[in-house]
Each structure stands twice: as C-alpha cells, then as structure tokens.
C-alpha cells in the first residue's frame, strides 16, 4: 500500500498570506490528523478529522482550519500567515477513531514564512 | 508540569550497546502509547505501541509500560549506528480520539 502522501513538500509564503496543503491518506484510513513540529514546540496536535467531521481540535488559533471530503482526503488551511508558522506540517492516517488506532505520519508539508 | 515528558538528550552509547529510553506522562486513565523514530529532516515512522503493563518485544526493540508509575520505556538492544536519531514518546491522553500528545523527543547517538 501507498503510505500517507503530502502536497506540496516545500513552501514558501510571506506574512499576512494564507496557504493550504494537502493530506491524502493511506487507502482505507478514514481519519486523518494534522501536525504542528517546530524546534520550540516540539510536535503539536492541530485537529482530527473522521467521516468529513472534525473530532478534537488542537489549542491553535482559528487562523488554522481544516476540511476533509468523502474521500477522506484533507486538507488544512491557515491564514494571514506569521512568522511563526514556520514550521513541518505532518499529516496521520489511521484507519479508524479510537485511543488504540496506529498512527502513521506522511512525508510533511515544510513552510516557511518570510 | 508537561503531559508528556522526556530527557532530550542526547543519550550516547557504543554500537551493540543496549539504549534505554523512557518516558513519563501525567494523566493516569491513558490507555495507549507509542514510540516514534524520527531521522533529522524526516517525519516519525512508528516503533512499537504498547497498550498493557508489562513487556512487549520487536525485533531489537522492548517497549515496557508501567501504568501505575505512569511511565514508558523503549529498550533498543544491539544498538547500530543507524539507530541514531529522534526518539518521540507520544500518548493519546484521555483516550481522545487519534488526538496524540508528544514528549519532547530524546536524541540517541550510537557511537561505531
């Protein structure tokens, strides 16, 4: 099976732009959660999505959203970018909703706010 | 106090040297957890997940979980060279969902 697919790898935005990247999970996986890693923070949860429905939201500001379609690819957008959103942006797929799913992360999203 | 907590490292040990990695995480009613490597400049791949007190072994790699100490640990024997990265504890507190809270990560170096 194909693993977890993130599009694009690299970005590059400035201030007060808005940007949106992309998560296709693994086939099968119905939910999809999104990542924040930065040095400072360390790796943060933003929110999770099953069947189309965000199930837990991270503590992030409502710059940052979330979709996912029926095909449970997602998508995260953030808006009016700051320099501090500079950060690896990791998608996770597992195939259900529950504290014992697996997990497994995607290449990343790298963006870069100048 | 953080939810997760880790030593950052780095841990330094000789090649085919047992690596010792722990953990401790603050909410008791946490019910599963899972170790993560992650390479410089890659993303987390997935170690092992332990879901009950005790030992569970893969391989070179032995997670241990001790729910009444409320603390993790990851044992990787014969250490190699390539065993050299970020090691992410991550737990899913409250049992939400597939919502996971990271420790800060410990750097292992595996020295030749």
């Known amino acids: 099976k194909a693993g977890v697919t993130q599009t694009p790898r690299y970005l590059i935005k400035t201030r007060g732009q808005q940007v949106t990247l992309s998560c296709s999970p693994i086939?099968?996986?119905?939910?999809v959660s999104w990542y924040q890693q930065t040095p400072g923070q360390g790796l943060q949860f933003l929110f999770e999505?099953?069947?189309?429905?965000q199930r837990n939201k991270g503590n992030f500001p409502g710059r940052f959203s979330g979709r996912q379609f029926s095909n449970s690819r997602s998508e995260m957008n953030v808006s009016t970018l700051e320099l501090g959103d500079s950060a690896l942006y990791l998608c996770?797929?597992?195939w259900g909703q529950g504290a014992w799913e697996t997990q497994y992360f995607g290449p990343g999203t790298r963006l870069l706010v100048l | 106090q953080k939810e997760v907590e880790q030593n950052s490292g780095p841990l330094s040990v000789p090649e085919g040297a047992i690596a010792s990695l722990n953990c401790t995480y603050s909410?008791?009613?946490?019910?599963?957890f899972f170790w993560y490597r992650q390479y410089s400049g890659k993303s987390p791949e997935l170690i092992m997940s332990?879901?009950?007190?005790g030992d569970k072994e893969d391989g070179r790699f032995t997670a241990q979980l001790n729910k009444a100490s409320q603390y993790v640990s990851l044992l990787i024997r014969d250490s190699q060279p390539s065993d050299s990265a970020t090691y992410l504890c991550?737990?899913?507190?409250?049992?939400?969902?597939?919502?996971?809270?990271f420790g800060g990560g410990t750097r292992l170096m595996v020295k030749p």
């Open positions: 996770a797929s597992s």
């Open positions: 909410d008791r009613g946490s019910q599963s």
């Open positions: 332990i879901y009950s007190n």
């Open positions: 991550a737990v899913n507190i409250n049992n939400a969902g597939n919502m996971l809270t």
């Open positions: 086939s099968g996986h119905r939910s």
């Open positions: 999505y099953f069947s189309e429905t």
